[in-house]
Every structure is written in structure tokens, then in C-alpha cells.
């Protein structure tokens, strides 16, 4: 059974279609990645699956259990939703440390102690240790979405949403945070990945979905969207940014 | 990167011991400059990796141009500072001569300026003062309280509270509407009038609640505005960990909002200060009080002045200490800090 179901999601803004039917299904353990231009609504959809945005028609499921009910709290869905966002959204007055067990002591109700030696657990094994007493704006970008995907592990999410997480980084940034997601994959968490780093798609991947205009308008595995996609939009998108020189 | 880099003097060992016997001497040899040029790259190399190793600065010396260039600027400065310093003179100096040249002057100063009724009237002035210090601090946690809880009724989203809601923005419209003389005179008069059995006759009591309407509805105002001020992405971040609303105000946007609106919250604090003065409308023996009963008595308004002072003893340093916190944050927020 799949993990998240998408069916028929739209999203308006002030008459303005963000999504237009979209359909996705993500297995469990799978890495889904979502390409396309800026507005083409990747972010949109990640929001809306963890109820940031609330959807104007169609049902999002997970586990089963339609999430888009208006009758469930939305907190019990996004407790098992991890998402961490491009511009990293620390909280600038915590300390790492705070940052990371904020929500698993106020909204797990895990004990003070106990979460504190997970989340120095969980930083040290993504080479963060020495940073648990220091504050966001003393980290480099790369640290701080570091911390800020190790926050949104901390609470032990079902499903992990990325938006856009290396856009705001030096290039030479980005590789720390993609060989996270990397070790993520490998520990078999399962992930929407929305992205501009299609080298990066390509290699870690078990699906590629190519939006466009809020039309989800192809699906399949790597190798066939980028070496032989058949939709004529979706080869016009990537020889756009093969000539950009960012494939 | 390698330790050398780091130590000023261990680049040039090669080049020095070809060229000169005194590696320390940066006059005329090439040393020095050659091997500033050489390191340059890797030093800005190695800066821009994040590491906490800042370019040697040993190795510049400074050019004949910048040598040039900056006793252009200290004769700038001092230039500025002699011009400032003779204009203040000629000002004050047309200041006291024009005032003290008047022909009322000597009434003035009799009137205004008595040494003598300063002394007498000043321990009055003073024991009062005490009472408005007292009504100050107990107005100003109450007022901070009333503020913040009604700042936060403003944020609820959900259509069930819109009552509350409705009484909050009802309650700031008012009451900042009303002047806060008419306030205090409204609640120091108007609530002994109705007779309610344990409702309270104390003037000072009175006159505390009617500040503490007014004042909480100028910080509820405020407070509002740190809140809107904390980016929408922060929010965003809490939420999604399944922080419910009110932990993720508790816990990420006030403690966040409460910093940066510690200046105007104290900017406001300095004016309240002042307006503890509006309860004498009420009769309680304040500063204000004791300075118009002394001044009643004997037709001289120097207690009046005496009543000034100590209220600008008490002032000056709060609007001192707002100015060096708001300072402090415009320099965080140069510094790209969030607080």
C-alpha cells in the first residue's frame, strides 16, 4: 500500500489555479522528486500535503487515512510529516540544541533528558556536534540545513518533505546537505524532494514527477525522464537546463 | 589550509633568506609584497570556506596614498569639532543673555527660581515623587500584562473566538481614543459612584486602573507589531513540527517579538512615568500635588520646577537606556543577526 496518496488536488489563489489536479503516490521508502520551473508548484504541493495550505478540491491520504478531512486535527497529521524549508526557518533565539528538541518535548512529550541525548545523537551523526550550544546565525548556511533537516528528524516523521533545501546555499554548500539526504535514502526514510539540482535527481531518485503550470505532466522512473522523456514539455524544460549548463 | 598561513611571520622563510638577512624590516625590500601577493588567494581561500582564520594582517603596511588619506580626514574632523564647539558657545551665549537681559527677568527668576522655596518645598516634592515611583511600578507589569494578553486575543484565527477578538479591537480603539486625564477621571469618579459593594475607593488605586487602560491599550499596539514583525516563515517552521498555535507563540514568535519591541515598549514606559503626575487630578499627595500645595501657599511656582526636576531625574536615564537598546538592535540587524 502506498505510503501518501495525492488524488485530484487543486489549489486556487485569488482565481488562480496553483495546482490543477494533481496525482501522486509515494511507497513507503521511496524518494520522489519533484522538478520543474519556479511556479510550477512543487512547493505548493508540499505544503498543502502537510496542511500548511488547505486544498480547494481532492483528498490527500496517509497511511491510508485521508488527511484532508476537515474533521482531524491537523496537528496529529503533521506530527507525522518532517519538512524542512529553503530558507532553513531556525529559530534564531534557540540555541541547535533547543531548535532541535523544541518539538519532541512540547509536542511529544518526550522527556527533557531523553530528548536531549537523541538530538545530540542525531548531530553528531550528521557531523554537528560541536554545534549543539550554538546559535543559527553563527552556523554557515550549509549547518544551519543541517540542523534545520535534523530538527525535522528529531520527531521521527513517517515522511520527509524538502522544499527547495539547497537554493539558498553557496555552491559549495550544497554537497554537505545533499550527502545528508543521501544517508537519509540509504536509511530507508521515504521523501518528496522538490529540487533544482537535477544531477542530483537523477542519482538519488526512484521516481522523477515534471510539473508544470500546476499540471503534474510526467512521472516515471530517472532514467526515462531524463534520458528519454516523452512528453515534449518536459524535454523542452531540461534542454533549457542542459543550456543553463545545470544538468 | 596549512598552519603556515595562519602565522604572520612563517610565509617568506624561501624569499627572505635570497633576499635580505632581516626578515622582520619591511622598508624598500620586495619581500614582504611579493609574498603578500602570493598568499593572497589562498588566504581569501581559506576565509571564504567559513573557518575562523582571518587574512594575517602583518604583512600590509600601509601605502603613502591611505597615509595621505587619513590626515585628510583628522583634519576633517577636527575642522567639524571646532565649528561645532563655536557655534554652541555663540548660542548659549544668545540663549542666557537674551533671557536674563529681559526686562521680567528678575521676577522670573523669583518666581520660577527661588533657592530658598526650592529647599523648603523640595522634601514634600520628594515624598510625593515616592508615591508616583510607587504608582509606576505597580502600572507597569499590569500594563505589560494587560498588552500582551490582549495582543494575542488579536492573533486567534478561529471564527469561535471572534467575540473575544471583537472585544480586543473594541478595547484598543477606545481606549486610545480617550485622553488619559479623562480616563482617570472617569474611573476615579465614576466607580465609587456606582456604590458596588468591594469595588474600590482608593484614589491611587483608581487612578492606577485608569492608567493601566489606557497605557495597555498604546502596548497591546505595540506588542501586536512585534508579533506581525516575526516573519510568516517562522510560523510556517513551528507548524510543521505540529506545534499547536498557542506553543508556537509561546515558544517561537513572542519570545522572538518580545525583543525587538523592548525600545518603543520603554519609549512608552518613559511617558508613563510622567503621567503618573494625572492621578493628582484625583487628590492623592503626589509629586504634582505637593508642588501645587506649596505653590498655592506662598504664590512662588518654583516647587513647580522642583516637581520637574525630579521627574526628569527619573526620565532622562530610561530615554538614555532606549536609545542604547535600539542602537543595539540596529546593529544586530546590520551584523545580519535575527534578534
Known sequence: MSLLTVEGVWKNYHHHSVLRGIDLEVAPHEVVCLIGASGSGKSTLLRCVNLLESIDDGAIYLDGSEITDVRIDPDDVRKRIGMVFQSYNLFPHMTVLDNVTLAPRKVHKVRPEQAEAEARELLARFGLADKAGEYPDRLSGGQQQRVAIVRSLATQPRLLLLDEVTSALDPTLVTEVLSVIRELKDAGMTMIIATHEMSFARDIADAVCFLEGGVLLEHGSPEQIFTAPEHPRTRGFLQRVLDAGRL | ?339
Not at chain 2, 502600572?139 to 486575543?153: D, F, K, R, S, T
Not at chain 2, 502596548?219 to 514583525?229: K, L, M, Q, T, Y
Not at chain 2, 487630578?281 to 512662588?300: D, M, W
Open chain 2, 1 to 339: 589550509m596549512t598552519g603556515g598561513e595562519a602565522s604572520p611571520g612563517a610565509p617568506t622563510p624561501s624569499d627572505d633568506s635570497a633576499a635580505s638577512v632581516a626578515p622582520e624590516v619591511p622598508t624598500g625590500s620586495d619581500g614582504p609584497v611579493a609574498s603578500a601577493t602570493s598568499e593572497g588567494p589562498a588566504a581569501s581561500a581559506a576565509a571564504s570556506e567559513g573557518s575562523a582564520v582571518p587574512p594575517a594582517l602583518a604583512e600590509w603596511t600601509k601605502s603613502d596614498r591611505q597615509i595621505r588619506r587619513e590626515a585628510d580626514l583628522r583634519r576633517r574632523a577636527r575642522r567639524s569639532t571646532s565649528v561645532a564647539t563655536a557655534s554652541t558657545i555663540v548660542v548659549a551665549t544668545v540663549l542666557i543673555v537674551g533671557v536674563t537681559a529681559s526686562p521680567g527677568w528678575p521676577r522670573v527668576q523669583e518666581t520660577f527660581f527661588s533657592p530658598s522655596q526650592f529647599v523648603d518645598a523640595f522634601p514634600d516634592v520628594w515624598r510625593g515623587f515616592l508615591l508616583n515611583v510607587k504608582i509606576f511600578l505597580i502600572a507597569e507589569p499590569l500594563i505589560l500584562i494587560v498588552g500582551l494578553v490582549v495582543a494575542l486575543v488579536r492573533t486567534l484565527r478561529s471564527p469561535v473566538f471572534f467575540p473575544l477578538r471583537a472585544v480586543a479591537v473594541f478595547y484598543t480603539d477606545i481606549f486610545r481614543g480617550i485622553p488619559t486625564i479623562l480616563l482617570i477621571y472617569l474611573f476615579g469618579f465614576g466607580i465609587p459612584a456606582l456604590a458596588l459593594q468591594g469595588a474600590p475607593s482608593d484614589p491611587v488605586t483608581l487612578g492606577i486602573i485608569g492608567l493601566v487602560l489606557s497605557y495597555g491599550a498604546y502596548v497591546a499596539e505595540v506588542f501586536r507589531s512585534g508579533i506581525e514583525s516575526v516573519h510568516p516563515s517562522q510560523r510556517a517552521a513551528a507548524r510543521s513540527l505540529a506545534l499547536s498555535h498557542g506553543q508556537t507563540m509561546r515558544y517561537v514568535v513572542v519570545p522572538q517579538a518580545a525583543r525587538r519591541v523592548i525600545p518603543p515598549l520603554l519609549n512608552d514606559f518613559v511617558s508613563l512615568q510622567k503621567d503618573t503626575a494625572l492621578v493628582a487630578v484625583l487628590g492623592p499627595l503626589e509629586a504634582l500635588r505637593q508642588a501645587s500645595i506649596h505653590a498655592a501657599e506662598t504664590f512662588n511656582y518654583t516647587p513647580y520646577m522642583c516637581a520637574a526636576l525630579v521627574f526628569i531625574a527619573l526620565t532622562v536615564p530610561m530615554a538614555r537606556l532606549t536609545d542604547h537598546l535600539a542602537a543595539r538592535t540596529a546593529r544586530r540587524q546590520m551584523a545580519g543577526g535575527h534578534l
